[in-house]
C-alpha cells in the first residue's frame, strides 16, 4: 500500500510536470533530418565491414560502466573518511 502510494505520487508528479508539453501541437520532421539519419545509418554500415561498431560500443559502454563504479567507490571511501565515528 506504501508503495503503490509512493508511485502515484510519482506517477502524478510526472504527469503534472509534463502537462503544459501536451497541449503543444504536433511536429513534423524535416527532410533533411531523416536524409542525416539515413547517411549516417549508411557511413556506419561502411565502416562496420572493418570495425564492428557493436564491439566498439560495447566495449566503451564496459569502459564508461568500471569507470563510474571507481568513481563511486572513491566517493563512497571520502564520504566515509569524512564521518568522525566511523574512521
Do not use: H
Not at 539519419?37 to 554500415?45: H, I, R
Not at 566495449?59 to 569524512?82: H, P, R
Amino acid at each position: 500500500m506504501i508503495i503503490s502510494g509512493f508511485l502515484n505520487i510519482v506517477y502524478y508528479a510526472i504527469l503534472a510536470l509534463t502537462y503544459p508539453l501536451r497541449y503543444l501541437p504536433d511536429y513534423t520532421i524535416p527532410a533533411e533530418l531523416s536524409n542525416a539519419v539515413v547517411s549516417a545509418g549508411q557511413f556506419l554500415s561502411t565502416i562496420n565491414q572493418v570495425f564492428p561498431v557493436s564491439a566498439l560500443l560495447a566495449s566503451f559502454g564496459i569502459f564508461i560502466a568500471l569507470e563510474s563504479a571507481i568513481f563511486v567507490l572513491y566517493l563512497v571511501l571520502f564520504v566515509i573518511k569524512k564521518i568522525p565515528t566511523i574512521s
